[in-house]
């Protein structure tokens, strides 16, 4: 069996230190708010060349967190893509906003800025663009949108830690980064866990209220918050993989190569690796005329795939109302919804796993 990703090889190479690391947490006994948290806020804010970073307890919160932070609230509008987890609408919804959808790139599966400005109205108040599958979104002509009209974008960065636009990191773009660490991404916990990061001081006091029940002072609220606070355990974990995130994204750039190397088929697209970016592959989605078929041989091969997104977020039920959401023609989300195909994409997959993965590929009509 090839699994979509391999968690144990991933732990097995680094056990002594994730082990050790844990075991230091259970010794001190500081489980909530503790020193690994803010170690690793302050590690990851180095990481990123930012001042700011807010361990929250999971990427949704993260994204939930921020655009409370920036004030978005009941009546306005968030433009987004309707091509990925629903996470990223459903926050704009639990806050009594309206997603807005746009349609996206069909080469880079992110959000299209030339979609953009017909979608902005009075009530705009941000737009959060989604660094999709590891590739980073086209941010420049995104921030001149919002600058013109003085909106704030916050990058949903769940899938896209370490990777590059333009040369600069992504998640310091916008005015916020959010991250999820679940067990699965490439920069990862073993468990629920998420970060924002930040250059305005404001936001980052924000964050910080919210996360811990609406308190900067002991058994003193100001406003309404959330628990949402990142486990101390978990912290530690991050922080030894944050250690090796490069190499981990090395890894799969590396796996990508070779997956472009080996696979041949008629009426399979390759993901596309946007000029002056740098793909960190969360996932290796490939757009397939029959991805039925070939579904179906990989599975007969006891080798794993996946549909990401089968439906995309206009078409889901809790999003179907105009009162929900807005939006118009999507052609390229709902042609993706149909067409993609993720590959299993771990760093530690091996040549001979994706040579075996890309024979099933280029002979299932055999």
């Known amino acids: 069996m090839i699994p979509m990703v391999d968690l144990r090889r991933q732990y097995l190479r680094i056990k002594e ?17 503790g020193p690994n948290v803010s170690a690793l806020e302050a590690e990851v804010a180095r990481y990123h060349g930012v001042p700011h970073a807010v361990g929250v307890a999971n990427g949704t919160d993260a994204l939930l967190l921020a655009l409370r ?15 990925t987890f629903i996470a990223t609408a459903e926050v704009v919804g639990l806050l009594g906003a309206v997603p807005v959808f746009v349609d996206i790139d069909p080469r880079t599966f992110n959000l299209d800025p030339a979609r953009l400005k017909e979608a902005v109205t ?12 590891g590739q980073p979104c086209d941010m420049d002509p995104i921030l001149d949108v919002a600058a013109r009209h003085g909106l704030k974008v916050i990058e ?10 333009k040369g600069r990191i992504v998640g310091t773009l916008g005015h916020a980064g959010c991250f999820s660490f679940f067990p699965s991404k490439n920069l990862a916990c073993c468990g629920d866990g998420g970060m924002v990061i ?17 308190s900067s002072v002991r058994y003193r609220h100001s406003r309404l ?17 944050l250690r090796h995130i490069d190499a981990f994204s090395e890894g799969r750039r590396r796996a990508a190569a070779l997956y472009g190397t080996h696979i041949r088929r008629a009426g399979v697209v390759l ?17 397939a005329d029959e991805r039925d078929r070939l579904q179906e041989a990989l599975a007969r091969a006891d080798i794993a795939c996946a549909v990401y997104y089968p439906v995309p977020l206009h078409r889901q039920e809790v999003f179907r109302s105009g009162a929900a959401c807005r939006h118009g023609e999507l052609p390229a989300s709902e042609d993706a919804a ?3 195909l993720s590959l299993p994409m771990f760093p530690e997959i091996t040549e001979e796993e994706i040579q075996r993965i890309s024979d099933v590929i280029n002979g299932a009509d055999a």
């Open 17 to 33: 230190e994730i082990d050790a690391a844990v075991l230091d947490v259970l010794d001190r006994t500081q489980f909530i708010l």
């Open 69 to 83: 932070a920036i004030g978005i609230g009941a009546g306005d509008e968030v433009i987004t893509t309707p091509f």
């Open 122 to 133: 009075g009530r705009t108040k941000a737009i959060i663009p989604v660094h999709l599958f």
């Open 156 to 165: 949903d960065c769940a899938q896209a830690f370490g990777a590059r636009y």
């Open 198 to 214: 930040t250059s305005d001081a404001e936001t980052d006091a924000a964050l910080r209220m919210l996360r811990n029940h609406g």
């Open 225 to 241: 918050g959330y628990n949402s606070r990142l486990d101390e355990i978990q912290a530690a974990i991050v922080r030894v993989k």
């Open 271 to 287: 993901p596309f690796e946007a000029p002056g970016c740098r793909h960190v592959y969360h996932q290796f989605t490939l757009l």
């Open 338 to 340: 149909r067409r993609v």
